[in-house]
């Protein structure tokens, strides 16, 4: 059992919270973003946040680490998730 669902949150609850709280930051700030993609970029922030928790300590501080190359770490995510999605839909592959 993880460290949520002890405090009475499950993980997936915690992945649709932060979700939410993306999806409402986007479309206060960012008018040019439509929304299927605030929803899609909501979902990865909360499954990123939700995977995140699940870490070791030790993990956690790694990451904490290296946060001034997380922009570059999280774009190249970003690139190579887009990436992955061109291909699965050019071959017809639904996720």
């Avoid at 997380?70 to 071959?91: D, Q």
């Amino acid at each position: 059992m993880n460290r949520f669902q002890i405090q009475g949150l499950k993980q997936d609850d915690f992945a649709e919270m932060v979700a939410e709280d993306v999806e409402r930051a986007l479309a206060r700030y960012d008018e040019t973003i439509n929304k299927p993609t605030m929803v899609s970029v909501g979902k990865i922030a909360g499954s990123i946040a939700s995977a995140v928790t699940l870490l070791s300590p030790k993990h956690q501080r790694a990451i904490d680490a290296i946060h001034a190359d997380l922009p570059g770490l999280a774009s190249k995510f970003v690139r190579a998730l887009a990436a992955e999605a061109a291909r699965r839909s050019e071959a017809g592959i639904a996720g």
